[in-house]
């Protein structure tokens, strides 16, 4: 049985789906773009350690994975890659995370969402309609947990969606459903990277 988050909240993916080895984080959202236009969002994870403030740091820029990167350096991350429209059934792109061979001292993974070349295009997240993420049991299929991103982000050109994160050895699930007016380079040097 699915658990409906709101932001904020937290699951621990272990305790709810015992024996759980590998997820599958599902996004999706409806873009009412003008006729003709362009709009292209597009998901990234950051494989993240915590420094000394409890932030995360991504480990390099190898532990950055998007479209263009679509598998960590650990083979415990793939991304499903770009979708450039978002108008089909189910979702839009999709990354798959093996539990159990993910490098040890990452201890976060910000799930975001980006629109390519907002600033130029003049996009914002106020044209994005029906955002969600859902977390799967990747060998059953079955969703563990689903959370629909439904603020109002009109002036935000990224979004995080969520978090994987280890806690006590236990992986879990955290709703972030933050808005940015930042693009993918800003956010990638937020997290210790280099562009």
Request: some cysteine.
């Amino acid at each position: 049985m699915s658990t409906t988050l709101e932001t904020g909240h937290r699951i621990n993916l272990e305790k709810t789906a015992p024996g759980l080895q590998r997820v599958r984080i599902g996004l999706g959202w409806k873009v009412n773009a003008a006729e003709g236009q362009a709009f292209d969002l597009d998901s990234s994870v950051f494989l993240c350690k915590k420094d000394a403030s409890d932030h995360p740091v991504m480990l390099s820029n190898a532990h950055f994975v998007y479209y263009n990167h679509t598998t960590s350096p650990d083979g415990a991350v793939v991304h499903s890659g770009d979708n450039r429209t978002g108008d089909k059934d189910g979702d839009d792109e999709v990354i798959t995370v093996d539990l159990g061979k993910v490098d040890a001292a990452v201890m976060e993974m910000p799930i975001v969402v980006t629109i390519h070349e907002a600033e130029a295009r003049k996009q914002t997240f106020g044209r994005v309609t029906d955002a969600y993420v859902k977390v799967y049991n990747d060998e059953t299929g079955e969703v563990i947990a689903e959370y629909d991103l439904d603020e109002d982000y009109s002036d935000k050109t990224a979004l995080q969606f969520g978090s994987l994160y280890r806690k006590d050895g236990e992986w879990r699930f955290h709703a972030v459903g933050a808005g940015f007016k930042l693009n993918l380079a800003t956010f990638i040097r937020k997290l210790g990277g280099t562009v």
